[in-house]
């Protein structure tokens, strides 16, 4: 099942098609790697039109608190 990856920033109303891939997987592993580099708010969307997930990026942790 083809999972569409829409996109949009924080003060957007309108999503955006980007691209698709064939699994959920694939298609949530490009999202949050787009949400981290850009900023913009993801998601993903099935071929029937239901939203299956919404990814964001909230900031870089790594290597914080693990001290």
Excluded at 19 to 48: M, P, Q, S
Aim: charged residues 30%.
């Amino acid at each position: 099942m083809p999972i569409v990856i829409q996109s949009r920033s924080f003060d957007e109303t309108d999503w955006s098609n980007e691209v698709w891939r064939r699994t959920h997987f694939e298609a949530f592993v490009v999202a949050k790697t787009k949400a981290k580099l850009t900023g913009r708010i993801y998601r993903l969307v099935n071929d029937e039109g239901e939203v299956l997930e919404e990814v964001r990026h909230l900031g870089s942790s790594f290597g914080r608190g693990a001290d």
